[in-house]
């Protein structure tokens, strides 16, 4: 089945530094790539959707120069969190939809974060 | 936004029930899908049921969908330990020109050996 890999699945760091977390559609082409945000015990929140080869569409809330989202690929997307602070800690989920159809979204394993 | 409401937001059975999960949800669909979630894990799609369908199986699984209602449920029949999981719906539609997926609040399944 289709395969979404998201890399890293754990990052440590100090306060300031910034931090990019992969997402690679393995399988199959995405033109359209999700990036969510999860809190403890809490469900998923849609931060921005990624498009290929054209700027990244952010929901209301999330700040765009803190968040910086590439999708250079039909198969890469990248999330920049820009100068991270501990307010920025959370699990970070990417999605892909496959081209075509009424097809489910498959979801990377998740980038824990944690900001010191 | 969450777009979903989920109940129970927590259900703990015995191995070998049943589970029922319901999800609403406020705007008109293309699909609802159901995702199972591990704890510090992605997410795992199971089923999909598209605005036309009323209902679905998939092995133990059984959605149904109530477009006039606006609800959904979810039927785990034969519960294992291995069920224990975060299960969240999560609605199909259009937001302005792209689709996109909306999750509801999740309901934590526990399931007792």
């Known amino acids: 089945g289709a395969v979404v890999s998201q890399h890293p699945s754990w990052v440590i760091c100090k306060s300031g530094t910034s931090v990019k977390i992969e997402c690679r559609s393995l399988?199959?082409?995405?033109?359209?790539m999700f990036w969510y945000r999860q809190f403890p015990k809490q469900s998923l929140m849609l931060m921005a959707t990624?498009?290929?080869?054209?700027?990244?569409?952010?929901e209301q809330g999330v700040e765009k120069d803190k968040f910086l989202i590439n999708h250079a690929s039909l198969t890469l997307s990248t999330l920049t969190v820009t100068s991270a602070h501990p307010e920025d800690s959370s699990f970070y989920i990417c999605?892909?939809?496959?081209?075509?159809?009424?097809?489910?979204?498959?979801f990377g394993d998740g980038t824990r974060l944690s900001i010191l | 936004s969450q777009q979903g409401e989920e109940d129970p937001q927590a259900l703990s059975i015995q191995e070998g029930e049943n589970a029922t999960m319901n999800c609403s949800y406020k705007?008109?669909?293309?699909?609802l899908q159901w995702y199972r979630q591990n704890s510090g894990r992605g997410l795992v799609h199971l089923i999909l049921?598209?605005?036309?369908?009323r209902e679905k199986h998939s092995g133990r699984l059984r959605v149904t969908l109530d477009t006039s209602k606006k609800s959904s449920s979810l039927l785990i029949t034969a519960s294992r330990a291995a069920d224990t999981a975060s299960y969240f719906c999560?609605?199909?539609?259009?937001?302005?020109?792209?689709?996109?997926?909306?999750f509801g609040s999740g309901t934590q399944l526990t399931v007792l050996p």
């Open positions: 705007t008109s669909i293309n699909n």
């Open positions: 999560a609605t199909d539609s259009l937001s302005g020109s792209a689709r996109q997926l909306t």
């Open positions: 049921i598209r605005s036309n369908e």
């Open positions: 990624s498009n290929e080869g054209s700027k990244a569409t952010y």
């Open positions: 399988d199959f082409q995405a033109t359209t």
């Open positions: 999605s892909a939809r496959p081209v075509g159809g009424d097809q489910p979204q498959h």
